[in-house]
C-alpha cells in the first residue's frame, strides 16, 4: 500500500487534471453516473454525483482512508477505546444507542446494564409526567418544561423536538433556555405558572456558567413563589448530568437525577439522558425510535464495504473540497423546514469535533481540517445566500436534504419544493453561458450532494443524525486530529470568570487599552 503522503500527492496530482473537467460532461458521457455515485441504505439515499469526481477520485480518497487506519480506528471507537487521548476518555455515544443491547467492554465492565438503567428511568418518569401522576408541589399536573442547557446539551433536543413535530404527544409545551442573557429566562418565566412547570436541567458538567445561573434564576422563581419553601424543588427539578456532587449541593435530589457518564461527549450527549426533554414530548417510544435509527446508521457504518458506506464517502467527499480545492466551508440545506435546526446542531457537532490546528499526538496539523459550516432550509436558503453560492467567487459545496413524504397533504407545495431542490442542484452544476452580459453569466461546476429520506420520523432523522456523527469522525481520523476534546471554548471561558472578578471587586485587571475603554463603558456605575 502506498503511504499516506504519496496518496495524499496523487489526489494533488489529480485535482489539477480535474479542474477543466465539467461535471455536465461527465454525465454526458456516463449514463450510469447517477447509478455509480448513489449509495441507498434502509431509508437512506445519497446522490453524490453531482460533484467535482470520477472513479478514480473515488479509489484514491479510499485509498487515502485505508492510509489512515481507519478500519482499527473504527473499530477502537466502538471498542470504548480511549480514543478521546487529551482528556483519556473512551468515546462510546453508540452504546447509548445500542438498543440490541449487546455488551458494549470498558476497562472490562459492561456499560449496557447502566444503559438500559437509564432507559427504564426515562421511561417511568415520561409516563409519570405525561399521564399526570407526577404532579407538582401544589399538586398539580404538569404543563411545560423549561429544559436549560447550552451547546451540545440542548442543540441536539431543540432540533429534534421541532423536527419531530407531528410526533409530539400534546400534553406539553416545551422551552428552551440556554443563553446567560436573562432576556431569555425572564420572557419564559413570564408566560409560565411556577406550579405547572418542570425545570430539566440538562449540563454532563452541571459546573457550566450558563446554565448554572439560570438554574438558580428558576430555582429562585419557583421558591419565591412558594413563599420560600425549599421543598417545592424536588417536585419540580431534575437533573441530567454525569456529576452528582454538584447536583446534590444546587439541591436537587439525586433520585430526580438521570446520569451518563464521561464516555459521552456533549456534542453526542442528545442519545443518553439528555434527551429526556425529547423523550417527554415525543414520548419513550418514539425516543426510542430515535435511537434505533442511530443504531441502524451505527451498523451500517461498521459493517458497510467503505465505498458503499453513506457517511464515509460523505467524509471523503468533503475532504476532497476542504483539501484539495481549498473551499472553506460546506452548507447544509434541508428542503424541509420541519429540519431548519438541522444546521445549528451540525454546526457544533462538526465544528467543535473538527476545528482543531494540532493533530491528536500535539503536532501543528499540515492541512486544513474542519470547514465551517452553515445552512438554513431550501427554499429560505435561495432568497438568502445561494446568490454566492451561484455566483461568488469561492465554491461551496453543498448537502441538499429532502424527504419524499411530508405529514401534510398539501401534495402541489410539496412537489415545488423538491423541484426547487433538483432544480438548485443542476443550476449549480450546470450554470449558464450568458456571453454578452457577464452579470447573468454563472459559473456552474459548482457540487453538491443530495440525501433523500422516506419520511421524516424518529427512525429516519436518528439515522440522518448518526450519519452524520460517523461523517465527522471520518474525517477527523484522515486528519489525525482528536475530534472529541473542544479546549477552544476554555479561554473565553476563563477570561470571562476573571472579568467578573474584577467587576464585583469594582476595578479593572490589567487589560489591552481597548478592553481597559470597553470595561469602562460597560461596567459604569452611575
Ligand atoms: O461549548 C463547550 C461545551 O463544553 C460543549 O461541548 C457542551 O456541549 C457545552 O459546553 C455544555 O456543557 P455542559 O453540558 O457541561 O453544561
Not at 480518497?61 to 487529551?86: D, H, P, V, W, Y
Not at 476497562?107 to 409519570?128: G, K, L, R, S, Y
Not at 424536588?234 to 464521561?262: C, Q, W, Y
Request: aromatic fraction near 10%; glycine fraction near 6%.
Amino acid at each position: 500500500m502506498s503511504s499516506k503522503k504519496d496518496i495524499w500527492r496523487s489526489l494533488s496530482a489529480h485535482q489539477k487534471k480535474m479542474q477543466d473537467i465539467r461535471m455536465g460532461d461527465l454525465f454526458s458521457k456516463d449514463s450510469a453516473r447517477a447509478e455509480k455515485f448513489t449509495l441507498s441504505y434502509d431509508a437512506l439515499t445519497l446522490d453524490y454525483s453531482k460533484n467535482r469526481i470520477t472513479e478514480e477520485t473515488r479509489d484514491l480518497l479510499l485509498e487515502l482512508l485505508e492510509a489512515s487506519g481507519f478500519q482499527e480506528k473504527r473499530a477502537a471507537m466502538f471498542a470504548g477505546e480511549r480514543i478521546n487521548t487529551t482528556e483519556n476518555r473512551a468515546v462510546l455515544h453508540t452504546a447509548l444507542r445500542n438498543v440490541a443491547e449487546r455488551p458494549v467492554l470498558l476497562d472490562d465492565e459492561d456499560v449496557m446494564p447502566e444503559v438500559i438503567a437509564v432507559w427504564e428511568q426515562m421511561q417511568a418518569f415520561e409516563e409519570a409526567i405525561n399521564s399526570g401522576d407526577w404532579t407538582g408541589f401544589s399538586g398539580k399536573r404538569m404543563t411545560d418544561i423549561v429544559n436549560i442547557g447550552i451547546g451540545g446539551s440542548v442543540l441536539g433536543s431543540d432540533m429534534v423536538i421541532d423536527a419531530l413535530k407531528d410526533f409530539h404527544t400534546g400534553k406539553l409545551r416545551c422551552h428552551f433556555v440556554t443563553n446567560v442573557d436573562a432576556t431569555e429566562i425572564n420572557d419564559v418565566m413570564q408566560s409560565l405558572n411556577p406550579e405547572t412547570t418542570l425545570f430539566l436541567v440538562a449540563s454532563k458538567s452541571f459546573t457550566t456558567q450558563e446554565t448554572m445561573a439560570n438554574a438558580r434564576t428558576a430555582r429562585n422563581w419557583l421558591v419565591s413563589h412558594y413563599n420560600g419553601k425549599e421543598e417545592a424543588v424536588a417536585d419540580h427539578f431534575v437533573a441530567l448530568s454525569t456529576n452528582e456532587d454538584a447536583v446534590k449541593e444546587f439541591g436537587i435530589d439525586t433520585d430526580n437525577m438521570f446520569p451518563f457518564r464521561d464516555w459521552v461527549g456533549g456534542r453526542y450527549s442528545s442519545w443518553s439522558s439528555i434527551g429526556l426533554v425529547t423523550c417527554l414530548m415525543i414520548g419513550f417510544d418514539n425516543f426510542k425510535s430515535l435511537l434505533e435509527g442511530a443504531y441502524m446508521a451505527d451498523m451500517h457504518f461498521l459493517k458497510a464495504d467503505p465505498a458503499e458506506n453513506i457517511p464515509v464517502m460523505l467524509a471523503l467527499v468533503g475532504i476532497w473540497y476542504r483539501n484539495f480545492w481549498d473551499a472553506p466551508c460546506y452548507s447544509v440545506v434541508p428542503y424541509f423546514s420541519r429540519l431548519k435546526k438541522l444546521p445549528l446542531w451540525l454546526q457544533q457537532v462538526d465544528m467543535e469535533s473538527n476545528g482543531k490546528y494540532v493533530t491528536a499526538a500535539g503536532k501543528i496539523v499540515d492541512t486544513a481540517t474542519g470547514p465551517i459550516v452553515f445552512g438554513y432550509p431550501g427554499t429560505d436558503a435561495q432568497h438568502s445566500y445561494f446568490q454566492l453560492m451561484h455566483q461568488g467567487t469561492d465554491m461551496i459545496p453543498a448537502d441538499f436534504i429532502g424527504i419524499l413524504k411530508p405529514a401534510h397533504t398539501v401534495r402541489a407545495q410539496h412537489d415545488m419544493l423538491m423541484a426547487n431542490m433538483l432544480a438548485q442542484a443542476e443550476a449549480l452544476m450546470l450554470g449558464q453561458e450568458s456571453p454578452n452580459d457577464p452579470a447573468r453569466y454563472f459559473p456552474g461546476n459548482r457540487p453538491t450532494n443530495t440525501m433523500l429520506l422516506e419520511k421524516l420520523t424518529p427512525y429516519t432523522l436518528g439515522l440522518l443524525m448518526a450519519v452524520y456523527e460517523h461523517k465527522i469522525f471520518v474525517q477527523g481520523m484522515v486528519w489525525e486530529i482528536n475530534s472529541f476534546d473542544q479546549f477552544g471554548v476554555e479561554l473565553g471561558k476563563v477570561l470571562a470568570d476573571r472579568i467578573l472578578g474584577e467587576v464585583a471587586a469594582d476595578a479593572a485587571g490589567a487589560h489591552d487599552s481597548s478592553t481597559m475603554e470597553l470595561f469602562a463603558r460597560c461596567f459604569k456605575k452611575s
